[in-house]
């Protein structure tokens, strides 16, 4: 089922009301007709997908059904056949206020050979502001601390990043994107194998965002559990877009977000 289709009849249930935009605003995220093959292999087929600001989108798939490249279609590092990406407004590759979008990897592999600490790490997502040769001022400064404190992580600032654990460091990451106040958020399989206290945190974190700061989120992942009742859409991705609407849709079609019985994972990976 298509948003399109159900959000007339259905309303989306969620702890997180997205946040109005203004009518001068432009959306985060637009897509109209996104096209992508590699070779003769296509990828993505026809995409069409907007999100708006202060909305919490979770974008799942089987494995192999385009969601990484999509996201790389999105941030500008691939661009697509045919169709148009627009971010507030702009191609990706013309984007110039840069920390208008975050982006947290999956387990990002510098953590063992970056000699820097928790707060240094998480300082150097204010370059987007600042430039490389930019000093931190009163208010950046303000801004990291806000955002280490954010993921739980202030007791442990001046901790070398290596000496954390793995759910630690990935909040860490989560923290950096943070410091540059984002209106986007992209995340990336962001707990895949992160213990459950992180997974709570990183929730947390993630509702802060939307909820203090109206930005917009679009998470890929998994394992949407600890998050089920805060997003205001599942958007399900297997070469094209299958389904696009509100978890409670999902769940009344008996597709549960949770980890018993017909859980996501087993369903999507039933998808034909």
């Known amino acids: ?54 909305e919490f989108v979770a974008l799942v798939g089987p494995n192999g ?17 045919s169709g148009d990406v627009r971010l507030f407004g702009s191609s990706p590759q013309r984007l110039r206020e840069r920390w208008r979008l975050g982006y947290v990897p999956q387990r990002p592999a510098l953590t063992e050979i970056v000699p820097a600490t928790v ?32 993921v739980a992580l202030w007791d442990m600032r001046d901790r070398p990043l290596s000496s954390l654990s793995v759910g630690q460091q990935q909040r860490v990451f989560i923290a ?3 410091a540059s106040e984002p209106d986007l958020l992209v995340l990336d399989e962001p707990i895949a194998g992160v213990d459950a ?3 709570k945190r990183f929730r947390e974190s993630l509702v802060h965002l939307v909820s203090e700061h109206g930005a917009a989120v679009i998470l890929v992942s998994h394992e949407l ?13 297997k070469r094209r877009i299958l389904f696009d609407d509100s978890p409670a849709t999902l769940a009344r079609s008996g597709v549960s977000l949770g980890v018993h019985g017909e859980d996501l994972p087993l369903w999507l990976e039933s998808l034909r």
């Not at 059904?65 to 056949?81: A, C, E, F, I």
């Not at 303000?142 to 404190?149: G, L, P, Q």
């Open 1 to 54: 089922m298509r948003r399109d289709e159900a959000e007339s009849e259905t309303p989306r249930p969620s702890t997180l009301a997205p946040v109005p935009a203004q009518e001068t605003s432009v959306r985060p995220v637009e897509l109209r007709g996104v096209s992508f093959s590699y070779g003769a292999d296509p990828v993505l087929e026809h995409i069409d997908l907007s999100v708006e600001q202060g």
């Open 176 to 178: 950096r994107a943070f």
């Open 65 to 81: 059904s385009g969601k990484s490249t999509l996201v790389r279609v999105l941030l500008g590092l691939l661009r697509p056949d």
């Open 119 to 150: 707060r240094e790490l998480v300082s150097s997502g204010r370059l987007s502001r600042t430039g490389w040769a930019g000093r931190l001022d009163p208010d950046d400064r303000t801004a990291v601390d806000h955002a280490v404190k954010s």
């Open 197 to 199: 206290d992180s997974q």
């Open 225 to 237: 559990g600890v998050v089920a009742q805060d997003l205001a859409r599942v958007v399900v991705l």
